[in-house]
Structures are given as C-alpha cells and as structure tokens.
C-alpha cells in the first residue's frame, strides 16, 4: 500500500558526511511525518530525526547539529545530511513514514533500511 526506498547509505570516514534519500509512493493522501531511525549492533531502534507535515523538525541529542533532515513533499521524500560523521553513527538506518491514505486510513511504513559505515 505504502512503499518507502532508501538511498545513500555507504562506508565513509570519520568526519566525511553522507545524504540519505527516501522515496515514498503508494496509496498516499497526506503525509504526517516522515522521519529516520537506525539500528546499531546490538542496540535497539532509535529515532534520529523526523519531520512533520507543518515542516518542524526533531532529533536525537547526539546527531543535533551534525545532521540535518529536510523533505521534498511534492517528490514525497526525505533527506539525511550527516555530517561530521563519528563511528558512533555505524548502523543500519530506516525510514520511517506516517501517512493518511486516500481510502482515509492512518498507515505507518518502513523501507527496507540502508547501512552507514563510519570507519575511525
């Protein structure tokens, strides 16, 4: 019903930046927010950062000023610029999407995930 595709993930050295895209398609009315979230080994799933449908944002502490989220709502997707990446950031990223579909139903989705590397 609801699709989400990854893009940008990567191995990269301390300090270097990367960009992370995701595409939303499907059965979409409104979007409510669109946001990312990453695994780390042996840790669990937490939020980075999100952006909602009045365009504010939020993040986790340690990536405040590093990374930045933007969105494109005509193209229906999600941006991540990391910069300053640490070897901390190494994890599995996802994005995560809340929406209204056309058939009025609240739906949540999650693309597949993409690997970020951070080599010190």
């Known amino acids: 019903q609801v699709q989400l595709v990854e893009s940008g993930g990567g191995v990269v050295q301390a300090g270097g930046s990367l960009r992370l895209s995701c595409a939303a398609s499907?059965?979409?009315?409104?979007?409510?927010?669109m946001g990312w979230y990453r695994r780390a080994p042996g840790n669990q799933r937490e939020l980075v950062a999100v952006?909602?449908?009045?365009?504010?944002?939020a993040s986790e502490d340690s990536v405040k000023g590093r990374f930045t989220i933007s969105r494109d709502i005509t193209k229906k997707m999600v941006y991540l610029q990391m910069n300053s990446l640490i070897p901390e950031d190494t994890a599995v990223y996802f994005c995560?999407?809340?929406?209204?579909?056309?058939?009025?139903?609240?739906?949540?989705?999650w693309g597949q995930g993409t690997l970020v590397t951070v080599s010190s």
């Open positions: 995560h999407a809340a929406v209204i579909t056309r058939g009025s139903n609240a739906l949540e989705a």
């Open positions: 499907g059965i979409i009315y409104s979007i409510n927010s």
């Open positions: 952006v909602f449908s009045d365009d504010s944002t």
